[in-house]
Each structure stands twice: as C-alpha cells, then as structure tokens.
C-alpha cells in the first residue's frame, strides 16, 4: 500500500458495520440522570438497542421506545396526540426534568415534524422536550451524541458574560470556559482536578449530570472540545451561542491532553503551570506497555470518530498504523488533531496513513489479509471471523465506553491495545493460529 | 405508538436473515439505513461464528432518500454475485426501507437477468409480522422457489428411499440451543433406523431442496419456524408431517409413537415397532424417569411455578413440569400470540391459569403477584426473577450468550430430559438453599473481613466511594488505603483517590 507524506483522504461506498447513532442513549440517559430518552422509531431500532445495550436493559433505564405503528406510518394517527400521550405518561410514571425526543430513520423518511411538535407538548404538559434527530440515514455511533448535545446546547442559558460581570461584580481569573462531550463523572472530576492545576475553573460542563444546570454560554464565553465526533455541538456553540472555540487536539493520550490543556491556557491567557513535566511523568509510567507495542502494526477499520485520536497517539507510541478508517471526517473541526497526526509521523519518521472516510468492509477485509496487520480495531461484526483467521482484533465500541480522556486514563488506552497481542503470545504455545 | 421498554421477539428481518444465513452459500442483502446491520454483531457474538456473516447492507442514506436507490440496489447484488458466487441472494427490507415504497421486486427481477445467482426478495411485512413469523414465511418461500424451480428442470426426485426416511426443519441459526437439539434427534434417529434425508436449513444448500420430496415424512421440532413449509409441502408433494417435539420423556415417547404409527401407514410392508426403545432409553439410559422416582423429586411435589417462553418451550417445560415432577404451575405463558389456540390447547390442563401477552411488564407483575418458588422464562424473567429473589431458569429466547453453552445441552430427547431435569432442579434448590441460609441468619462475611486500618476517609471521598460497583469496591478501597499508606496519607480525599489510581 502506497503511503504518502501528506494526508490524503479517501471516500469509499460507505458500506461498513458501526452502531446506529441512537446508541448515544445507552450513556446520555446514565449522564444525565435527571432525563427521559425517548426512541421514537420502529421495531428495529428497538432491537437494536435492547441487544447493544445488554444488561443495562434490566436496569429500568429512563428510556423507551415510542414504537411507531401501522397507524402512525399511514399518519391514520395524529403525531401531535400520541406523542402527548407518551409523554404524559412518562411524566407520570418517571417524572423528568426534561424528555429527550431521539428521532429515527423513520421519523425523517414520514417526515413526522418533531422539531414543530415538541414546543406545543412542552408547554402543555411543563416539560422541556429537546428533539434530536439521531438517525442512521445522516450520522453513525458516536455522532448520535452530537446531535443530543447540538440540540441541548439551544437550551444553555445565554447571558453575556461582560454584562453578568458587571452585575454580579465578579472578579475572575480568566474567561468563563465551558466543556461539552459526555464523559463519566469520574473522568469528569480528573480533567476538572487537571485544570485547576493550571488554575482554571471550570464554568460549566454540555452535559451536566443535571439537565437543570446546564451552563451558561453566551458572548465572552470559550468552549472546548473532549472528543472529535462533536463539531455540529461546537458550531452550534460558536454561530448561535456566541461562544469562542478553543481549536486543540483532543485530550487522548498524554500528548493530546497537554496540548490541550496548553491551547485552553493559551486561549485564557494563563501560563501554563509543569505541564510538560505532567506529561514527562505520564510518559514514564506507559514506559512498559511502549516497549511492548513498539513496531507493532495496527488498522483501523473505522467505527465511532476516535479513529484519528487513537491512531495519533498509538504512532507517538511507536506504533505502525497502516489505515484510519473513519466514517466521517470534519477537517475543520479536527484540524489541531490532523495536524498533530502529521507532526507526530514526522517525529517518528512514519509515512502518514491512508485516512479512509465511508469505509467499505469488504475491501478493508481484503486489505488485512493483504497487509496481515498485528492488530484490527473493529467492530464486533468482523472480530470473531478475523480471530478466527489469525488476525488480533480488539472490539472498537470499547474505546467508547472505556475511560481513556486525559492524563490518568492514558494507560487503560494501552491497556485495551496490548490485551489481545498480550494474549496472543499465550497461545502461540498451542501451536493453532488459524480456527477455519 | 406505543411506549415499548423491551420485545421477546424482534423485527421481521431478523427472522428473514436468520434463515438466509442458515443455509450455506446464501447471501442476505439489506436494503437499509447505517447501522442495522446489528444482525452481524449477534451472530458473531452469540454463536461465536467463525465466518463473516454473509449479510451485507445495501445502505439508505440521505441521497437514496431524495432520488431514490436506483442502480444501487442492483449493482450491490451483483457485486456480491461476483465477489462470493453465492447460489442464492436474499434481498432483505428493513421497517425503514419498506416505507419508502422503493419498487424492490423490479430491481430483483432485473438483477436475476445478469447474475449467476438466484435472486429473491423477502416478502414480509414488517408492521405486521414478528421475527418468527418472518422465518417461517422466508423458509417457505425459499423451499417453494426450489420445488418450484426444480419441477420447470424436471430435477425433482419425487422417488421415496427405500428405507423409512424423513427430513428435519427447522434447524435456524440463533435458535434457542438448536444445535444442540439437532444432534439428539440424529441420535435418535440414528437409533431408530430412522434415516435423515435433509436436515433444513443449517448447513445445507439451497440446491439440495430438489432431494426433500424422497423423504417419507417431515419432522418439524418446534412449533414456531417450519410449520408453514411442512404444510406447503403436505399439499404440494403430498408429504405428511409430524410437529410433535420431544420435549421431556413423555412427550418424546409419544413423539415416537406417532413417527411408527405414521411409518405403519405409508408403508404396511415394513412395521416398525419403538416399544423397547422408548422402554431402555427411558428406564435406564436417561436419568429422568428415575428421578421422578427418587426422593430428590419427593422434595419438589406442590412446589410452585410458572413458566414463560416461546410457545414451543413454554408448553413443553408446563407439562415437564406437571406431568413429570407433580410440580404447581401457577400459569403458563407465551409471547408468540398468534399461536394462542395452539398454546391454550397444549397446557390448559396443565396450570391453573394460561397467559398469552408480548408486555414484559404484565408478566412482571403476574411473576410478582403469584410469587412462585421458581420461574421458567427467558432472560427478562431471569432479570424480574433476581429482582424479586426467585430463581429462575432459562428455558427460551431470548437469551444471551451465556444461553449459548459450549458444552452439549440439548432440550430435546432423552439427553435433552436430562438437561431439563437439572436446570429445574437447580432452580428449586438453589432457591431452598437461599431460604435455609436466611433462616439460620446467612453467611456472617462481617467475621472474615478484618478491618484494622487506621485511615478515616473524607465525606466527599466516601461519596465517591460508593459511585464504585459494589463487586469491586471493597478491593479498590483496600488498593487505595495500601497507597495511602505507603505515603503517610491518613484521610483519603477524593484527590488522593484518583492519584491513587493513576499509580496502581
């Protein structure tokens, strides 16, 4: 395979395996703990999340499916009254603080207008609704976030931020800087405990774990980025908020998450206070696990818009990256990170790997086998068959579920890439490499 | 619309692609939006399939929706016409796809014209039917193509074997321990002299469809997926069948009569006789007659049950449970609803009461109000079970991967009575032994756990403490007291937590 000095982007037909965007509900609905999901699709789209969702399922979850009927795709049914219907009951059974409407394929291809629906059933039943439209037809995975977060950050109280200076009087080091990405509370708490290092407080957090403290955006304020597949959340933020967007690398991988901090130092105008020694440290103890993956091959086939981040620190690891699959690539949005990618080949005198958007899975199949890389990053469709074959994998989904944000969690990154070549060096002993 | 939390059985494609995948060298092409491919992911999981599923997507997206599939369609079918020469294409509709009213029988028809392979559309309705349905239908439609194709060639073999013969149906991928029951009915059969002239779907072709007419018989297990091709092929080929599954000694043993009394009648030259067999095998060679016998089973006569499942399971378990092991059962209950006559007929002498209801929740509260000693569902029952502290055993889709063992578990036949015995009488004492524990105050784990650690912890870092899972807590509350130590820390706040952490 041919690799070049620049990045070159490739689209190919798009036929590839990643989770429908309404899986964002699996873990918006844990992050915010005071909201109701609300699915409003068919049957399939049920499925899908009952089986990708496994045990959590059990747990009474605060969502549902609003299973669309015969009666509702023949509009024989009113939209505006089953709706109201539902969502009384569900202010009922679980009483929200808001209800999240996630529309579907279907609801696009019916045309069913939830955006035009949803005022007038919040103001009559007292519930913020917030629609977003998480559908399989224009977003994949993790995108399915970005339209929940777009969609809410409409919702964030706007203020000025001189004018509430001068009101309140207040007094602050820096500008207000607001977070958006939903990350566990604990991973949450770490970056806060990270920043205030640098002594920077965090205003506010898109999402919090409440949706009635959404932060306040407005003009004066400066927002940040923690993963790459948010950028209609960070137009949303700069066009209609007002706000400033701070352009960074992602914080994956201590050299993302110092530059990061670096670039939201830069942007508050603070000095930035030991971070390269923070990251000398962080270096220090990956030490073992480097040594280990040095040399080692790795092919994204692309999934879930980590693809760029993890490949750009798995190279700063010494790795070989052979292919980023990706199943959409905002250029703008990722520009720092792309151009950290390009940075850290040089450094380690790589060539740049094919980013490949809208994979097909066929030919990237023939490719592995071409290429027989030491690791596929996949997802569970092709993990199975290619284990069978005798190639590593390692289920792509878990690096979204994983805590793997800022300097602490770089190692639970390494950890998850080194497991199935670890594993692997076990069974070479029995001698079977290849199960078909 | 309705507010759905969780269904027993899924959307009509997953019944199609279940029988697609079934077969060997047939691909399933789904005509639908990114991301409900999911199928691919379950059988890769659950079955822990070696080979790439052979469901690819043709995939709608945003430009499909404003012009159309047009060549799209067509030219994903023959590129997998050429990539993997399969001898038949499904093309499968997804609820999305089938609103957009997309002419896809036309873009079959014109594919077949330049492909290698059989070209079908899988004709379900995905607002009406469930998966299961969608299975017995695509089975059908796939076998009456064959016959169909077959008789215009003149290659049906419509000449019977000359030995009592028969062919099984129903044998699905993602069936609920259905490998497992197709190896138990080969020994059976096997026993019998009985011989297997085409086991349908797994494993087999499509072009081996012309060879099930020199079958005597067909043999359909369970009552879901096969019954709609065992009728088409009682009218079409004259073929007679038998849907009676052998769950449990006394259903199997009828299962058996039913198979020579059937055997007799086709054929009055060679008479068959099961007696002895059905004699040995129950006596001596499985376990559960005896037990029945044996005081173990003494100990479960007037416990409480109730059971919920598929029709097939559901009935079969009821009447294991009643007719075997004189255990109550409180109510029987199945989600396939269109099967009710059916299901009411097979246990309505077996339970007090018969529910049919898909409302995961309405079974819930049945299990609630009835509080029986043990429950025998699928795993939502299992989940509502460890909800409510009753045991419960797993008899039914759907089921997760644990419910795909590696080891041989069949439900069917003598082994398979085997099986189901231990799974019940698991159950009930697994059940007991938490009530006696509980009676005599439990376990004391207070008295192994010495706690002698002189390091208090903040209120904050408590509260943190407790977002830990409970399982792993206490380890990592020892990791973080062992760190803290080491660094003459001795109020752990929630700071030192995560320093600790970085450095474990």
């Not at chain 2, 000694?249 to 055997?263: K, V």
């Not at chain 2, 097979?346 to 209801?357: E, G, T």
Request: charged residues 20%; aromatic residues 10%; glycine residues 6%.
């Amino acid at each position: 395979m041919n690799k070049t000095n620049n990045l070159t982007f490739e689209c190919e037909t798009g036929n590839y395996h990643t989770f429908c965007p309404i899986s964002c509900v699996a873990w918006l609905y844990q992050k915010i703990e005071d909201s109701f999901f609300l699915v409003i699709g068919t049957k399939t789209c049920g499925y899908f999340l009952q089986n990708a969702m496994g045990v959590m399922i059990f747990a009474e979850p605060r969502y549902a499916m609003g299973e669309l009927e015969e009666g509702d795709i023949s509009a024989q049914l009113n939209d505006y009254d089953e709706l109201k219907r539902l969502c009384i009951q569900i202010r009922r059974d679980r009483n929200p603080s808001a209800i999240f409407w996630i529309g579907t394929c279907t609801t696009e291809i019916i045309k069913m207008d939830l955006e035009g629906i949803a005022p007038k059933i919040e103001s009559s039943i007292g519930i913020p609704i917030i629609v977003a439209r998480a559908n399989g037809l224009d977003y994949a995975f993790t995108q399915g976030e970005d339209t929940v977060l777009a969609a809410l950050a409409q919702r964030c109280p706007s203020n000025d931020i001189d004018e509430l200076k001068q009101k309140q009087g207040i007094a602050k080091l820096h500008s207000p800087l607001v977070l958006f990405g939903s990350l566990p509370e604990v991973v949450v708490k770490q970056i806060s405990l990270e920043l205030k290092r640098q002594n920077i407080t965090i205003a506010g957090w898109l999402p919090s774990s409440q949706y009635i403290s959404l932060p306040n955006i407005g003009n004066g304020s400066y927002v940040a980025g923690v993963n790459p597949f948010l950028s209609r959340t960070a137009t949303v933020l700069m066009r209609r908020k007002k706000a400033k967007l701070i352009s960074s690398p992602f914080p994956i991988g201590p050299d993302g998450t110092r530059l990061w901090i670096q670039k939201i130092c830069d942007a508050l105008q603070l000095d930035s206070i030991g971070l390269e020694q923070r990251e000398m440290e962080v270096w220090e103890k990956l030490e073992s696990y480097i040594r280990f993956l040095k040399g080692k091959s790795v092919f994204f086939m692309g999934d879930n818009l980590l693809e760029i981040s993890l490949a750009r620190f798995l190279i700063k690891c010494g790795m070989i990256v052979y292919e980023i699959g990706i199943p959409y690539m905002d250029k703008r949005y990722q520009a720092a990170e792309l151009n950290l990618l390009i940075e850290t080949c040089k450094e380690k005198k790589v060539l740049i790997p094919h980013i490949i958007e809208k994979p097909d899975n066929h030919s990237q199949i023939d490719r592995i086998n071409d290429l027989k890389p030491d690791l596929v990053i996949t997802g569970m469709a092709h993990a199975n068959p290619l284990e069978a074959r005798g190639i590593n994998t390692k289920w792509s989904v878990e690096f979204t579920f994983a805590q793997i944000h800022g300097f602490a969690n770089s190692k639970y990154i390494l950890e998850l890439v080194s497991k199935p070549l670890i594993r692997n060096t076990y069974y070479q002993q029995l001698g079977w490499k290849k199960y078909i | 619309m309705k507010l759905a939390y969780w269904m027993y059985a899924g959307p009509a494609h997953i019944g199609t692609l279940r029988i697609a995948s079934s077969f060997v060298k047939v691909h399933a092409i789904m005509h639908a939006p990114l991301g409900d491919d999911y199928f691919n992911v379950m059988k890769s999981m659950l079955e822990r399939e070696r080979n790439f599923t052979p469901v690819t997507t043709s995939i709608v997206d945003r430009n499909v929706l404003s012009r159309g599939s047009q060549e799209k369609v067509i030219n994903n079918i023959k590129q997998r016409d050429a990539e993997e020469k399969p001898d038949l294409i499904i093309l499968t509709p997804t609820c999305t796809s089938s609103i957009l009213q997309e002419d896809l029988q036309n873009f079959v028809i014109r594919a077949a014209q330049e492909t290698s392979s059989d070209v079908l559309l899988a004709d379900v309705n995905h607002y009406r039917i469930n998966e299961l349905q969608a299975a017995d239908r695509t089975l059908k439609q796939i076998i009456e193509f064959y016959i169909n194709k077959a008789k215009e060639k003149r290659t049906l073999n419509n000449i019977k074997t000359p030995y009592p013969s028969l062919n099984i149906i129903g044998a699905v991928s993602l069936g609920f321990h259905v490998q497992h029951d197709i190896t138990e009915l080969k020994k059976i059969f096997h026993d019998l002299n009985l011989h297997i002239n085409l086991i349908v779907a797994e494993g087999i072709s499509v072009r081996d469809l012309e060879k099930l007419p020199q079958a005597w018989f067909n043999f359909i297990p369970y009552r879901e997926i096969g019954v709609l091709t065992a009728e088409y092929l009682r009218k079409e080929l004259n073929m007679p069948y038998i849907n009676t599954a052998p769950f449990g000694i006394i259903q199997t043993a009828e299962c058996l009569r039913e198979i020579a009394t059937l055997i007799n009648n086709l054929n009055s030259s060679t008479l068959v006789n099961y007696e002895d067999y059905i004699d040995v095998q129950t006596r001596f060679i499985s376990q559960s007659a005896w037990f029945s016998r044996s005081i173990d089973c003494q100990n479960l006569i007037g416990k409480t049950a109730v059971v919920f499942g598929d029709a097939t399971h559901s009935a079969a378990i009821t009447k294991i449970l009643a007719q075997e092991l004189g255990i109550i059962v409180l109510w029987a209950g199945t989600y396939c609803q269109t099967d009710e006559a059916w299901f009411n007929e097979q246990v309505k002498d077996w339970c007090h009461q018969v529910i049919v209801n898909d409302n995961h929740g309405t079974i819930a509260k049945l299990i609630f109000e009835y509080k029986p000693d043990a429950i025998f569902g699928t795993q939502m029952e299992r989940h509502i079970g460890k909800k409510l502290n009753i045991p419960c055993g797993v008899i039914s889709s759907p089921v997760h991967i644990q419910n795909f063992p590696l080891g041989y578990r069949p439900f069917l036949g003598y082994e398979g009575s085997n099986q189901i015995i231990d799974l019940i009488y698991n159950s009930f004492t697994l059940g007991m032994e938490d009530h006696l524990l509980e009676m005599f105050e439990g376990h004391d784990p207070e008295n192994i756990i010495i706690n002698q650690s002189n390091i208090t912890w903040s209120p904050e870092a408590q509260k943190e403490l407790k977002q830990i899972p409970g399982f792993v807590r206490e380890k990592i509350k020892m990791k973080i007291e062992r760190f803290a130590e080491q660094k003459s820390i001795y109020e752990i706040t929630p700071e030192i937590m995560y320093i600790a952490k970085e450095n474990s």
